[in-house]
């Protein structure tokens, strides 16, 4: 709870307050909210500092993260209709090497097409020896592949399931979006997850050329729904919070 709420503001950073409110949207104890944030302090997920906490360490290069997510992606960018491949050349690698990999290649918007094989059109120029220092120490990048049958490849990043799992968070914005148009309290538990869901869902985008689509893509239209959503959430909650304030 606490790293959904910091995820989702930006700058990443509130009152020890209004961490703690927002816990008791979901039943949480000011001691039990207060007692998650000094082990998150300690394990380095946030800093403390004049009353507030900021996100730090993992949690926020994930919060960069979703805030590029919720730009649509400029999928025209100089693409030629070639491919970049990472080939894993390491043999001997530990397991937990291997989970941090391909962790790296998902953050990539890479696709693992066979073991050891990891590919993404290159119209963004975002693979490659800078910026992803897991990757480089094992794998080696090929570029300017163009591949005998691109569809084949699209293939492996499973559109279809990403498209599938948009139109069904379109549909729960849709529902609640009058409510907190109405700046109803009573939703913001529930709108919170919501919330959080898309945002991780947005970062979780193929980010593939639009030639390379479907035309019913629904990328677009969730990032739209999404900021009037967000902007609603965000103002009720900032009404839920100041009448704690002034009360």
Do not use: C
């Not at 399931?161 to 538990?189: C, I």
């Not at 193929?206 to 900021?227: N, Y």
Request: hydrophobic share 40%; net charge negative.
């Amino acid at each position: 709870m606490i790293a959904s709420t910091l995820l989702g503001v930006d700058p990443p950073r509130l009152p020890a307050l209004a961490l703690v409110r927002s816990g008791e949207l979901f039943g949480l104890s000011e001691g039990a909210t207060r007692t998650a944030l000094s082990r998150m302090a300690a394990n380095g997920e946030v800093v403390a500092d004049d009353g507030h906490y900021s996100l730090s360490g993992a949690l926020l290069e994930r919060h960069a993260r979703q805030q590029a997510a919720r730009t649509a992606p400029d999928r025209e960018a100089d693409w030629d209709g070639t491919w970049i491949a990472a080939v894993v050349t390491e043999d001997r690698r530990r397991a937990s090497d291997r989970a941090a990999f391909r962790a790296a290649a998902t953050r990539a918007h890479l696709a693992e097409i066979r073991e050891g094989l990891w590919m993404r059109p290159d119209h963004r120029r975002r693979g490659g020896p800078d910026g992803h220092p897991v990757l480089d120490a094992q794998a080696t990048w090929l570029r300017e592949i163009r591949p005998d049958d691109p569809d084949a490849l699209v293939r492996e990043f499973a559109l279809d399931s990403w498209a599938d799992r948009t139109r069904s968070l379109l549909e729960t914005m849709e529902r609640w979006q009058p409510a907190l148009d109405r700046r109803e309290v009573g939703a913001l538990g529930e709108t919170f997850v919501v919330d959080a869901d898309v945002l991780r869902h947005l970062v979780a985008d193929p980010d593939l050329p639009t030639a390379l689509l479907p035309s019913d893509w629904p990328g677009p239209s969730i990032r739209e729904a999404f900021a009037a959503f967000d902007r609603a959430f965000k103002a009720t909650w900032r009404e839920w919070y100041q009448s704690f304030q002034t009360s």
